[in-house]
Each structure stands twice: as structure tokens, then as C-alpha cells.
């Protein structure tokens, strides 16, 4: 049987990208990665099958038998499997960054300033932040997530000033960035943060050697990835160096100067501002700097910023401004291009179930319990089963809404099943956020009820695993 991962072995056998390969045949870009992917295998029909075969010139069948490899964002371009082969000669970890980054702050000293040298292009400071990164490396393979991420962050933005002429793929990188846009939803963050750490580090080198549209190219990829990264840290709870990397992403979305992307990261910074401790201002600063820079423009990270716009004003009880952020939203939706609306596999696009999953969050923070229900009926049924993250967020929703109604012990009961089904690994921030807003709408002289003590103690445990 011929699977989406033998499809991809035979295109990348012949060295054709993907969005390449979707106009020689006429099929969506979207839908190819989705096939790839394995998202579902009945797409691999027979059809499809012939497509890539005329368009390659080969037999499919024929590639799948000589062995393919995986893909970039399931073995992070191949780079953490390689450091086992000296990680057992490697000092500790920590001491490993700790010494690199004095070392390189001692070198910065002997040589001077930056200001004045290219810092992007001199050789000296490309080598050392490869041989720093080699050691950031070794720490996050290790379990020195914090210390190793902060550093790979550094260099990216370092890397950001690098504009030598060089030929550069930026296409295959706008691919790698597909998938991970894909690979958000259905792997566990921790195994996708340790891939994006190992991706991000190729990136920078490549980046080194890139200027002009590569460089712009670039630049949009490291936004997306960068995003990507602070999205995942704040599903592990890691919220301070998911802070860091939204300001990296920022950083180069804004080098890259295309709107889609910068739009797209202030949307998810603001909607991620929601669950990660940090000031509602800080929501609605984000999401009015996307506006500002989206104008009259429909794009998926505008939508994204209307949505995080009514959700901060639903928390914060400004229900009149929250409804009419939803009615405004709704409005931006019905423009929005056929690939931002039918994007259903990755995180940069934004279907209608988005639309209806911030409906109800609005519906159940106001209190509006009718509303709610009616938009996460079409929220659960618009949403792909790979979702699990998501539908359980919007599973909570409707277990808020039981106690809101004075349904105390059924909504506990809902929450504790709807979390107990979600996989440990998948146990996200966001998800025992909203865990927690289920219990917090519990009277307090009522949260001594036998029913809570299962669900408080389901929500004491911490986000999904750091490490792979």
C-alpha cells in the first residue's frame, strides 16, 4: 500500500518542491501536505498517485521499496539524532552554554564593539556562534531546555543581520515551515520544540549567507518558525522563554516586511498573551499593532487579532466591545481568501471552526451560556479529530458553561473527562487553563464538593513534558 510518506520520498527524490510539484499538477498546495503527512490516508488515492508519477517520471512503488526518509519536521533535518555521537564525551550541559556564552562575551571584549563590522558576514562571529550552538545543542538533547533555547533565540536574531549573497532555497524552508505549521496541531510540543531547535540552527546558517529577496524569504520562514517555537513553549508552560521567542518572531517577521506574516505573529502573540500570566494590555497592544499593520486587508493573523481582541474584552467584562469584536471578526471572515478559510491542516490559516471556537469562548466568559453551546455544537463538529487540543478547549468551554447554569457537579465531571481523554503529552497550558476556569466558576463555598477533588488534583499536575 503506497502511503502519503512514499509520495514524498519519490518528489523529494526528484528534487521538486511541494508548491512546485501542486501547479504541475493542478492539486492544493495544502492538500498535498496534508497527504504527506499521513494526515489521512484515503487521500492517497489512486489518482493522485498517477499524478506524481507522470509529473516525476517515475514509479511511486518502485521509490517506496528503496526506502524513504522522514520528514523535516518529524526528524528536525536530522540534527539531535547526530549529537548522541559525542554527547558522552560532552561536559554537563549547563556548564557546556554557560562556558560558550562567557567565552564569546570575552571575544566580543578583545575585539571591540560591533558597531561598524558586519556582524552577520565576518567570519570570525560565524564560527563562533556555530561552535556555540553546537553546544546549545548538546544542552537541549540533555534536558537543558531553557539555557540551550535562549541561546539557538540569540542566534537567530544575530543571524537576522547577515545579508551575503549566497544561493539559498528559500522555497524548500517555506516547505519545512509548512509542516510545521501542520505538526502544531497533532505532535507532542515537547518533541516539536527539540525539532524547531534543531531546524532553527540550519536556518541561522543559512541566513548567514543570505541578502535581498533570500533574505526576505528567510526571514519570513524564521518569523513563522519563531512562532511556531513561543506557541509550543506556552503549551509546555514555559512562559518566560516563549516570551523571548515572540520578540524574536516579531523581529523577523518584521525584516521580512510581508504583512501576512507580521499580522499572523501579532495575532497568536495576542491570543497566546491570554493563557500565559501575562497583562490583558499586552493582548490588546498586540492585536491593535496587527490591525495598524493589516489595514483594510483581510489576513488570516488580522482574524487571529480580532479573535484575541473580544477574548481579552470578555475577561476583562467589557461585554458590549467583546460582542462587537466577535460581530467585526465574523464580518473579516466572509473576506478572507479561499486558502486562508479551507486551511485546515496547519496553524497559519484560519477555518471557520476558529471562528466559532472564539464565539463560544466569548459566550461562556460573559456568561451568555446560550450563545456558547449553539457555537461550540458548531465549533466540535467543524473541527478535525487531529484537533485534540483545540476540542477539548472548546469541551471545557461547555463544561463552564454546566456550572454557570448551576450544574456543578455533571460540569466537574465533564471537565475531569474531557481532560483525563486528552494524552499527557498533549496536556497543554491552554488546556488546564481552561481546566481551572471550570473550577474557578465554582462558588467558593461550594468547591469543597467531592465531585472537584479529582478534577483539582488532575489540574495541579503540570503542562505536558519538557522533554521528548
Given at each position: ?67 524513504g526518509e522522514p520528514s523535516p519536521a518529524e526528524k528536525g533535518h536530522g540534527r539531535l539524532s547526530k549529537q548522541a555521537e ?159 521567542w515572540w520578540r524574536a518572531a516579531r523581529h523577523a517577521a518584521d525584516a521580512s516586511t510581508d504583512p501576512v506574516v507580521r ?14 500570566r501575562r497583562p490583558l494590555t499586552i493582548a490588546l497592544t498586540r492585536a491593535d499593532e496587527a490591525l495598524v499593520i493589516g ?174
Open positions: 500500500m503506497i502511503t502519503g510518506q512514499d509520495l514524498r520520498a519519490a518528489r523529494e527524490s526528484r528534487g521538486v518542491g511541494l508548491g512546485k510539484l501542486a501547479d504541475m499538477i493542478g492539486r492544493d498546495k495544502g492538500h498535498l501536505s496534508r497527504v504527506e503527512r499521513n494526515v489521512d490516508s484515503r487521500d492517497v488515492t489512486p489518482a493522485l498517485v498517477r499524478d506524481y508519477e507522470q509529473a516525476l517520471g517515475l514509479t511511486v512503488a518502485a521509490t517506496a521499496l528503496s526506502g559525542y554527547l558522552d564525551e560532552a561536559p554537563d550541559a549547563d556548564d557546556a552554554v554557560g562556558a560558550a556564552c562567557q567565552a564569546q562575551l570575552e571575544e566580543r571584549g578583545r575585539r571591540g564593539p560591533l558597531v561598524g563590522r558586519d556582524v552577520g558576514t565576518d567570519p570570525e562571529d560565524i564560527v563562533r556562534r556555530r561552535i556555540l550552538l553546537q553546544h546549545a545543542l548538546t544542552a537541549l538533547a540533555a534536558g537543558a531546555v531553557t539555557p540551550a533555547l535562549d541561546v539557538i533565540r540569540s542566534g537567530l536574531v544575530s543571524s537576522l543581520t547577515g545579508k551575503d549573497a549566497a544561493d539559498v532555497d528559500v522555497d524548500e524552508w517555506e516547505e519545512v515551515a509548512f509542516e510545521y505549521g501542520g505538526a502544531y496541531f497533532t505532535d507532542r510540543p515537547a518533541v516539536l520544540v527539540s525539532n524547531l531547535a534543531a531546524d532553527l540552527v540550519d536556518l541561522q546558517g543559512t541566513l548567514d549567507a543570505a541578502r535581498g529577496a533570500q533574505y526576505r524569504g528567510l526571514s519570513r520562514v524564521s518569523g513563522l518558525l519563531a512562532g511556531v517555537m513561543a506557541m509550543s513553549l506556552v503549551n509546555l508552560g514555559q512562559f518566560q522563554p516563549a516570551r523571548r499580522t499572523w505573529i501579532r495575532g497568536h502573540d495576542a491570543t497566546h498573551a491570554l493563557y500565559d489595514g483594510s486587508a483581510a489576513y488570516p493573523g488580522v482574524t487571529e487579532a480580532l479573535s484575541a481582541r473580544a477574548q481579552a474584552y470578555a475577561l476583562l467584562g467589557r461585554a458590549d466591545e467583546a460582542r462587537d469584536a466577535v460581530n467585526h471578526l465574523a464580518d473579516l471572515y466572509g473576506q478572507l481568501p479561499a486558502s486562508a478559510t479551507q486551511d485546515l491542516g496547519t496553524a497559519f490559516g484560519y477555518p471557520q471552526h476558529r471562528l466559532w471556537h472564539t464565539t463560544s469562548y466569548v459566550g461562556t466568559h460573559l456568561g451568555d451560556t446560550d450563545t456558547a453551546r449553539q457555537a461550540q455544537e458548531h465549533a466540535l463538529t467543524l473541527y478535525p479529530a487531529s484537533s485534540r487540543r483545540s476540542r477539548a478547549q472548546v469541551q471545557l468551554h461547555a463544561a463552564r458553561c454546566m456550572v454557570i447554569d448551576g450544574y456543578l457537579d455533571e460540569g466537574a465531571s465533564h471537565a475531569q473527562t474531557v481532560i483525563d481523554a486528552v494524552p499527557v503529552a498533549h496536556r497543554t497550558a491552554m488546556v488546564l487553563d481552561m481546566g481551572r476556569k471550570v473550577l474557578d466558576q465554582v462558588p467558593v463555598v461550594e468547591r469543597e464538593r467531592s465531585a472537584l477533588a479529582e478534577l483539582r488534583e488532575m489540574l495541579a499536575l503540570p503542562a505536558g513534558p519538557v522533554a521528548p
